[in-house]
Structures are given as C-alpha cells and as structure tokens.
C-alpha cells in the first residue's frame, strides 16, 4: 500500500501536493487541516485517515479524533498531532506508545520534517513537516512511502518552496 503523509496544511491542499500524492492508495493528515473543507477535499481526492490539531476549530474536531490507532500491512501506526520525538515525548503520546507498542508513530505541529529511529520503543517516528503556505516553514514538505507485510519502504519526500 502507498501512503501520503502530509500535516500543517493549514487551508491548502494545491496542484502540487495532488501530483505528490496522484499514485497513493490513503493520504494520512497529522492535524492542523486549517478547515473542515480542506479535509472534505483531501478525503474526495483520496481515502483519508485523520487527526484534528491545535488550530483546527469545531467542525474539524467533531469529524477527527485527537490520536488514532490502527493497523495497515502489519503495521500498527500510532498518529497525533502534537507528540514529540524520540526522548522528547509529549507525556500522553508517551503513555499511549508504552500501552500500544506501535511501529510507526506520526505527528506533526513542528513544521519540521524529521524521520528517526526511536530505538528504546522500536519504532519509526515521522513527522512530515507542514504542506501548508502559513506557519514558520520556509519550504513545504510531505512524505510518500509504503507498507507491505509489515515493511516501511521506499519514503520520499515532497518540498517546494513558499
């Protein structure tokens, strides 16, 4: 399965980030959609797995949750949008990675994109940086990768400038 991962769109999901994504099977968003359109947008362009984030209002939040946990190809991702990274936890993701033990844990908030290792819990940490025009970024990012029988494989990122 190919997966787009993108966070901090903050109202904008453009021509750019649709190339980015043409090919995927699911587009995960990591919070900060900016609005409930932009969410409606990505979800008719691509199936869409979600989680609100500190900017999204009501509507945004009464259709995402705050964390999702799932399970793709064997692969038990755990997504939020404000987490952390490795030994720099939020202490609830923290509490939620001891409970869950996932694979592949996703965040965004930071407009940072950072792929690590967490070594202690054994999992990949993804941030995908922000796909959005607004915040502190100076080049927007995404992510493309896949999973298949419990194997992340094949990430590429996405950047264009602002």
């Not at 509490?95 to 290792?117: A, N, T, W, Y």
């Not at 990949?124 to 896949?146: D, M, Q, S």
């Amino acid at each position: 399965m190919l997966i787009g991962l993108l966070s901090d769109t903050h109202g904008s999901f453009d021509a750019p980030l649709r190339s980015f994504f043409s090919e995927v099977d699911q587009i995960w968003h990591a919070g900060d959609f900016g609005n409930i359109e932009t969410a409606e947008t990505i979800a008719a362009f691509k199936p869409l797995v979600g989680v609100y984030g500190n900017c999204d209002g009501h509507k945004v939040r009464l259709s995402y949750p705050l964390m999702q946990f799932f399970e793709v190809e064997q692969v038990k991702v755990l997504m939020t949008h404000i987490g952390g990274f490795p030994n720099h936890w939020d202490y609830a993701v923290l509490s939620s990675i001891k409970e869950r033990r996932p694979d592949l844990f996703i965040c965004g908030h930071s407009h940072i994109l950072k792929v690590m290792q967490d070594k202690k819990f054994k999992m990949l940490c993804v941030n995908p940086g922000a796909a959005g025009n607004e915040g502190i970024h100076i080049v927007r990012t995404a992510v493309r990768f896949k999973i298949d029988a419990g194997k992340i494989s094949d990430m590429e990122v996405w950047e264009k400038a602002r």
